[in-house]
C-alpha cells in the first residue's frame, strides 16, 4: 500500500478526508483543496501523468427507487444529464482542482468551491485514489439537469467529475472506486446513497446490495427490447424534509412481503426484459409512495392518467417531484406525458413539462478528449 | 360459462365450496365428497372423459422463503417428495374421490378423509375445475417427505394430487388453476401461502408476485449450472405456533430496505446462475431468521458449520426445523451435511440427517400410467 504525502506547497492543511466525511464540516478558506493527504485506499501505487490535457464527459440522469426498489434500487436515463469538461492547468496549484465555470439553468445555487460542489468533492476523491500530486486541474461543468427534481441532478455532476479525471489521468480505476468517489458527493448533499450515482456511472439498472464493503449488482435489461421512460417534472420544489419525514419509521409484516415480492419481481422483469411486469412492479409500492405522493400536488392523478393513457406503470422519480412512467414505444410516450402534464395542470395546478428518453444502457462516459 | 348441478345421487348436499373454503368447516360424516358443485372458475366446459384407468405422479419437496425471500418465494428439490397413485374406482361413487392408502413414515396423523387431507382437498378442487361428475376416483397417496419438517410436505401431496387428477382426465388444465387447487389446500392445513406449492408444481425458482389474481413468476436458473441443495432435518418439532409467533409486526425502515435490497439481489442471483450471490442472499436475513433460529437447537451453530465448510449460504428451510445450505458440488454437500449434523448434535443436542439434492427443474409431473 502506497503512502501519499504532503505536496511540497503545503498550502493547505486542513484534515479533507476527515471533513469530507464529517456531516458537519469546518468551514473552509478557499476554493480550491489539497489532494495530497493519505487515501484510505489507494488505488494505484505511482502517480499517472495525464493522458490528454483536456476531456469532455458525459452522465446520465438517474431514476431511483422504482417505487419497491426504495433506496436500493436505480436506473440511468439517456440523453439527459450534466457534461464536465475538464483541463489540465497550470494555472491551478499542483494537486488541486479548481471550478472555473458552471453553466445551465437556475445554477446559481451551486458553489463553486470544490469542497462544496458535487462535482469538485467526486472530482477530489478520484484525484485521492490516483494520487495526483503534481497536476493541476480545472473543471467547468454544464448542468443539464435541473436540481432537485428527483432525476440525480448531483448524482450526474458527480459521475461527469469523476469518470473525467480517471479519463484525463488514462482510465486508471475501476467502476467501483467511481461509483465510491461518487459516494462522497453524494454523502455531502444528499446522503450516502448509491441509487444514483451508480447507475449514473454504470448505466443501465443497478441494485445496491451492501454498502460495506459496496456490492452493486448490474441488472441487464436485455438489448432487444426498448424501454422508454416518460418524465414529467412539475414547477415544484419538493420538500426534501418533508419528503425524508414522510417515511414510515416502521413497516407492517403484510406490507413488508409485498414490497419485497414487488422488488423481486422488478429485478425479474428487468432481467427477463418484461416490460409490463416492470411497469407492474413500478406501480406496485405500498411504503413509500402512498407516504409521498400526496405531498406532491397532483401526483395521484397524474399516475391514474399515466395508467389510463396506457402506460405500464408510474411512480415518483427519486424523491420526486418528478413522476416517471414507462412504455416501449416513443409516440406513446409522448401522449402519456402529455395527458400527465394536464393532469399536472388540471389536479395539482402546477405547470409541468415532459420528456421522453430511453434507458442508457452505457453510464458515465468520455464525448471528446484533445492531447 | 358452463354451469354444473347436482350429481343424480344428491347424496351429499354439503356446501362444499363454502366449507372448503372456510376456517371453521362443519364437521362430515364421510370420507367421500360432491364434487359436482358449482365451480367459481369452471376451467373446462364440457366434463372430460378419463384418458388413463390409473396415473402415478410424483411432486418435489420445497423449500420456501430462501431468507428475505419470506413468504413470496420458494424452490424446488429434486429426488425428496411425494408420490401418489390415483385410479377410476368404479366402486368410488361417480364424481367423489376416496383415499384409499396412506404410506410412509409417521403418516398416522393424516386423515383419509379427502375433505382434511392435503392430497384429497387439492385433487377434490381439480375434480370441480374439471366439472367431473360421473367418475369415481381412488386416491393413494405414498409419503416420502417427513411432516413438519419444512420441506413442503403438504404441498407435495397437494401438488401430486392435483397433478394426478388433471392427467388422468387429459391434462386439460393449465399451471396457474393446478396451483389454484394447491393452495386451497395450503390454505386449509398451513395457511393461505403458494411459496411450497407453486414450486412443487411448477419446479425450479418460483416468485409468488400477487394473489389477487394469482401472479407467479418463474425464475429460471441457467441450465449450464449446478446447484445443491444441503437439506439437514433435526429430530425437532419446530414448535409452528411459536414460529409464527416469533415474527415481529413491525419492521423497521433500515432492515425493510436491506431485505428487500437482498430479495432483489436473491432474484438476480437465481436469474444470473450466480451460485455466490445466491449463497449470500440466503444468508442475509435480518428479520424472519434471526427471530426464528433461537427457536431451532443448534441452528445458528449449524448455519456457522455450514458457512466454515464451503456453502454458498444456509438458512432455515420454511419454517424448519430443516437447516437449508447450498453449494455447486454434491461431494462438497456432502461434507457441509455431516458437519451441519455435527453442530446439531453437539450445538443443540439433536440427531439430525442431511441429504444432498438437486434443484428441482420440472415439478409436480406423471410418472407412470396405464389405460
Tied chains: 1, 2.
Excluded at 60 to 77: E, M, Q, S, Y
Excluded at 207 to 236: A, G, H, M, W
Aim: proline share 7%.
Amino acid at each position: 500500500m502506497a503512502t501519499f504525502y504532503l505536496s511540497p506547497s503545503k498550502s493547505l492543511t486542513i484534515p479533507l478526508q476527515t471533513d469530507l466525511s464529517s456531516s458537519t464540516p469546518k468551514p473552509l478558506v478557499g476554493f480550491r483543496c489539497n489532494l495530497s493527504l493519505p487515501s484510505k485506499t489507494p488505488a494505484v501505487t505511482a502517480e499517472p501523468p495525464p493522458v490528454y490535457s483536456t476531456v469532455k464527459t458525459f452522465a446520465p440522469a438517474t431514476v431511483a427507487n422504482l417505487g419497491p426498489g426504495f433506496d436500493f434500487l436505480g436506473c440511468a436515463v439517456d440523453g439527459l444529464g450534466d457534461f464536465v469538461s475538464l483541463s489540465v492547468d497550470s494555472l491551478v496549484h499542483p494537486g488541486e482542482i479548481s471550478i472555473s465555470d458552471i453553466s445551465g439553468n437556475n445554477v446559481g445555487k451551486l458553489s463553486k468551491n470544490p469542497l462544496w460542489n458535487c462535482a469538485g468533492i467526486a472530482a477530489i476523491e478520484v484525484m485521492k485514489m490516483l494520487g495526483i500530486r503534481n497536476v493541476g486541474l480545472s473543471l467547468s461543468l454544464e448542468k443539464g439537469l435541473p436540481l432537485g427534481s428527483g432525476l440525480g441532478s448531483s448524482a450526474a455532476s458527480a459521475a461527469a467529475a469523476a469518470v473525467a479525471v480517471n479519463e484525463i489521468f488514462g482510465n486508471k480505476l475501476g467502476i467501483e472506486e467511481l461509483v465510491l468517489a461518487g459516494l462522497k458527493s453524494e454523502e455531502k448533499v444528499s446522503g450516502y446513497h448509491a441509487d444514483n450515482v451508480a447507475p449514473a456511472i454504470m448505466g443501465g439498472f443497478v441494485l445496491i446490495r451492501s454498502y460495506q464493503p459496496l456490492d452493486l449488482i448490474q441488472l441487464k435489461f436485455p438489448n432487444d427490447k426498448q424501454l422508454f421512460f416518460v418524465l414529467v417534472t412539475p414547477e415544484f420544489e419538493a420538500p426534501t424534509k418533508k419528503m425524508r419525514a414522510a417515511l414510515p419509521a416502521e413497516i407492517g409484516m403484510p406490507h413488508h412481503v409485498w414490497n419485497c415480492s414487488q422488488a423481486g419481481a422488478l429485478v425479474a422483469s428487468v432481467l427477463q426484459g418484461d416490460l409490463m411486469g416492470l411497469g407492474k412492479a413500478l406501480s406496485s409500492d405500498k411504503i413509500v409512495e402512498p407516504r409521498r405522493a400526496p405531498l406532491i400536488p397532483g401526483m395521484e392523478g397524474v399516475k391514474k392518467a399515466a395508467m389510463e393513457a396506457g402506460a405500464f406503470g408510474c411512480t415518483i422519480s427519486g424523491a420526486g417531484p418528478t413522476a416517471v412512467a414507462v412504455t416501449d414505444n416513443e409516440d406513446r410516450g409522448k401522449e402519456i406525458g402529455e395527458l400527465m402534464v394536464q393532469a399536472f395542470a388540471k389536479e395539482g395546478k402546477l405547470k409541468a413539462y415532459a420528456t421522453v428518453k430511453q434507458l442508457d444502457r452505457v453510464g458515465a462516459r468520455l464525448v471528446s478528449s484533445a492531447r
